[in-house]
Nanobody, 122 residues
Framework: VQLQASGGGLVQPGGSLKLSCAAS??????IGWVRQAPGKEREGISC????????YYARFVKGRFTMSRDRAKDTVFLQMNDLKPEDTAVYYC??????????????????WGNGTQVTVSS
């Protein structure tokens, strides 16, 4: 499956962004978001299990990010609120077999989408 992420940009601290990721096909078991900040390893953010629709988040999210899905369009979203400079990163969508492979780790991704840059700066 091919994944196309979009929606990144420059935002001030405290601002919001909504990322989108369109999948070229269905059939994956789980889809999620991962980010990579400059000089750091990739970090899982959130994941939706397509088997039962449950959504999971990494511990650091703490309510600021919300993931959702449009099943009809095979598209997932990541609404990010109260953004902080430390949220600056390239954000990727990815498919996997189990959400724990994204939200808990270690990361085990079957297919990566392109990244979309999010920069939080005043």
């Amino acid at each position: 499956v091919q994944l196309q992420a979009s929606g990144g940009g420059l935002v001030q601290p405290g601002g919001s962004l909504k990322l989108s990721c369109a999948a070229s096909a269905s059939g994956y078991r789980a889809i999620g978001w991962v980010r990579q900040a400059p000089g750091k390893e990739r970090e899982g953010i959130s994941c939706i299990s397509t088997d039962h629709g449950s959504i999971y988040y990494a511990r650091f999210v703490k309510g600021r990010f919300t993931m959702s899905r449009d099943r009809a369009k095979d598209t997932v979203f990541l609404q990010m609120n109260d953004l902080k400079p430390e949220d600056t990163a390239v954000y990727y969508c990815a498919v996997t077999d189990l959400c724990v492979d994204i939200t808990v780790g270690p990361l085990d991704v079957k297919s990566w989408g392109n990244g979309t840059q999010v920069t939080v700066s005043s």
